[in-house]
T-cell receptor, first 114, second 115 residues
Framework: SQTIHQWPATLVQPVGSPLSLECTVE??????LYWYRQAAGRGLQLLFY??????ISSEVPQNLSASRPQDRQFILSSKKLLLSDSGFYLC?????????????FGPGTRLTVL | AQSVSQHNHHVILSEAASLELGCNYS??????LFWYVQYPGQHLQLLLK??????LVKGIKGFEAEFIKSKFSFNLRKPSVQWSDTAEYFC?????????????FGAGTQVVVTP
């Protein structure tokens, strides 16, 4: 069966510090991968998605970036964090089969920027 | 602009009461529809989904949802809630022609069930 991991689970970082959040998927190959952010009272916002190694699309302009160095690894980064980057970051994967529109989510990383 | 709207941000109800959460979307094309649930301290997980066929779909834990195409709605229902249904509920939409499968979420509804 497929599983999705995220780490760290929680993170407290000062403004201006760098960020690296990691997401890995097991039990599937060539998945579509997604990064979402859940800010308090604002639902989930799609940040990035990837359909393959090195292929990243951004949904919103921000000081975050994403990379996909391996098929089942998706990394969210920032060179300098802002207060507004605080939130709950969720990684999700979707199968590539025809009709596989369901996304499955990881446990998330709660980021607090002080 | 395309969007997903959930009518209530917070709902408080007693055990055994009936629950209905509204969801409307504004996409003009064919869509796949989802309800996700996030229990306290747990992963976001799929509650139910509608792709095609019978517009009344049943999900886990006694939940069901009805797709009404003419109203662009996909409301979630449960006839009798339990304390364990306390969670945040998210409606989400994928446009079928979007090959990347990008989910658009509503803002979520926080449901609190009191004993």
């Amino acid at each position: 069966s497929q599983t999705i991991h995220q780490w760290p689970a929680t993170l407290v970082q000062p403004v201006g510090s760098p960020l690296s959040l990691e997401c890995t998927v097991e039990g599937t190959s060539n998945p579509n991968l997604y990064w979402y952010r859940q800010a308090a009272g604002r639902g989930l916002q799609l940040l990035f998605y990837s359909v393959g190694i090195g292929q990243i699309s951004s949904e919103v302009p921000q000081n975050l970036s994403a990379s996909r160095p391996q098929d089942r690894q998706f990394i969210l980064s920032s060179k300098k964090l802002l207060l507004s980057d605080s939130g709950f970051y969720l990684c999700a994967w979707r199968g590539r089969d025809r009709g596989s529109d369901t996304q499955y989510f990881g446990p998330g990383t709660r980021l607090t920027v002080l | 602009a395309q969007s997903v709207s959930q009518h209530n941000h917070h709902v408080i109800l007693s055990e055994a009461a009936s629950l209905e959460l509204g969801c409307n979307y504004s996409y003009g094309g064919t869509v796949n529809l989802f309800w996700y649930v996030q229990y306290p301290g747990q992963h976001l997980q799929l509650l139910l989904k509608y792709f095609s066929g019978d517009p009344l779909v049943k999900g886990i834990k006694g939940f069901e949802a009805e797709f009404i195409k003419s109203k662009f709605s996909f409301n979630l229902r449960k006839p009798s809630v339990q304390w364990s249904d306390t969670a945040e509920y998210f409606c989400a939409v994928i446009i079928k022609t979007d090959s990347w499968g990008k989910l658009q979420f509503g803002a979520g509804t926080q449901v609190v069930v009191t004993p």
